[in-house]
């Protein structure tokens, strides 16, 4: 599975490789070039929908968990492709986690007031403020952190899908029809062109946690597929399998879905452990 966040006010993303399940690979995106830089596996679970960019792209925060003592879970950030902690906040359990960055230094933590207190021998720089997500702070599972920052970021939730089934014996333990569906408009033809996400079941086994499909509405259907965005030119990217893709978007139109551009296979990607650098350790 791949997942990429994208900076907002920068043309920098991360890449998260999952696979298998409890091993995953972070990478760093330079949206204008392509190039992309590996960075540090982590065994254990990485929650990518509960985790988000600072404006700049140039730190994480995200929610990890391994299930075992001495922390279970915890919400930390990190320069990327690294995941070793600049900060840390212990969780514990699987519920809540995560957080947002409101500006480059104001921070929304999804811990509950017990859990706001930072590990042992970590330090949050003072220009830096970080305050409960809300007033359920600490709740949820990848709602609310999920679903705010696709809004955050122009998505529009049109439509909150009905759940048909729920077996957790079957092949897709919820099913979904009408599906939950989101919309972002291209950024330079917003009337032309509209990206849809559609959510139509949870928990497939033996595939990612979330069945989705997207299309461009009316011209491009990408099918399966675990993550798809518009680039600030207006390129369309996304995600199938363990493949990064871009579709140009060239005077006025976007090209045909078959001229689409590999930009990374990682499907060959193998665990190595991996230091993270000095500049990686420290947050100036």
């Known amino acids: 599975m791949i997942y990429v966040l994208m900076a907002r006010e920068a043309p920098r993303a991360v890449i998260f490789r999952r696979g298998p399940t409890r091993q995953v690979l972070l990478l760093s995106w330079n949206l204008e070039t392509d190039a992309i830089e590996p960075g540090q596996w982590f065994k254990g679970r990485i929650y990518e929908r509960r985790c ?40 514990g359990d699987g519920w809540g986690g995560g957080g947002l960055f409101e500006t480059r230094r104001r921070i929304a933590l999804n811990h509950r007031p017990a859990e706001m207190y930072l590990a042992d021998g970590f330090r949050m720089p003072k220009s830096y403020t970080v305050h409960p997500f809300g007033e ?26 009905t759940v048909v089934k729920e077996d957790f014996d079957a092949r897709v333990w919820i099913e979904i029809d009408p599906p939950i569906v989101w919309e972002k408009r291209h950024p330079l033809a917003p009337e032309r062109y509209m990206l849809q996400m559609s959510i139509t079941g949870f928990r497939e086994r033996d595939h990612q946690w979330y069945r989705t499909e997207h299309s461009v ?3 491009h259907a990408l099918g399966r597929s675990d993550w798809a965005d518009w680039a600030p030119t207006g390129d369309l990217l996304f995600a199938r399998g363990m493949s990064l893709y871009r579709l140009t978007y060239a005077r006025g139109e976007l090209a045909p879905l078959a001229e689409a551009r590999e930009i990374v296979n990682l499907a060959s990607a193998t665990f190595a452990e991996r230091e993270a650098p000095p500049e990686a350790r420290r947050w100036i």
Do not use: C, Q, V
């Open 52 to 91: 988000d960019l600072s404006p700049d792209g140039k730190l994480l925060i995200y929610f990890a968990a391994k299930y075992k003592l001495p922390l279970a879970s915890w919400t930390a950030i990190s320069k990327p492709p690294y995941f070793t902690a600049l900060a840390l906040w212990p969780k």
């Open 136 to 161: 359920h702070s600490g709740w949820g599972e990848d709602s609310p952190i999920g679903p705010t920052r696709l809004e955050r970021d122009g998505w529009i939730r049109t439509s909150h899908g």
């Open 217 to 219: 509405a009316g011209s």
